[in-house]
């Protein structure tokens, strides 16, 4: 766990490259984005805004190098205040609308009720993968959640995923197929551990 900090805004371009190299065969985003090439063009801005949210709430970690990021958001999933007027982006293809609608409507259908801290993107560059970097990311909002007495939710895509998150504590506490040939969806809480 040395190293691992808070992240900073200056951090947002390694942290998109980090996720981008990451997520690169990962079922969900080659749902969304089918080929390489776009793909390529849309993760990057698409991690840099989760990351620039949950960095606003003092909340991505990261190690020195940015090599591993967790993207949490704090109980209740708060928006930041807007920090620039939005820019006009031309509009998505209805496809991808319709994926993005169900994402979120699956999403939010299996979202614990209770209050609860959420790791929205895990990413280790493949450079970097199996050397406990990903552990070490957890680790700080894990010690957290415990101290605040609150469970730590994410979904996932992978069965080798969902084996991953169990050995850190985390149970499956739903599972969905999303529709349009989508990939089949975990959910995992990590409840929190009694302090004495």
Known sequence: MSGVR???ADDLGRIARTATRAFADDPLFRWFFPDAESYEAAAPNMFGYLAGKSVSFECTYVTPDAAAVGIYL?????EPEPSAEPQEAPAPP???MD????IGEAMAANTPPELHWYLNVLATHPDWQRQGLG????APVAERCDTEGLPLYLETQ????????GHLGFT????WDLPFDGPHMWGMVREPRQLH
């Open 6 to 8: 808070v992240a900073r």
């Open 74 to 78: 704090p109980p209740g999933r708060p």
């Open 94 to 96: 209805p496809e991808l």
């Open 99 to 102: 994926r993005f609608a169900a």
């Open 135 to 138: 552990t070490a990311i957890i």
């Open 158 to 165: 992978t069965a080798s995923n969902v084996a991953y998150y």
């Open 172 to 175: 499956v506490r739903s599972e």
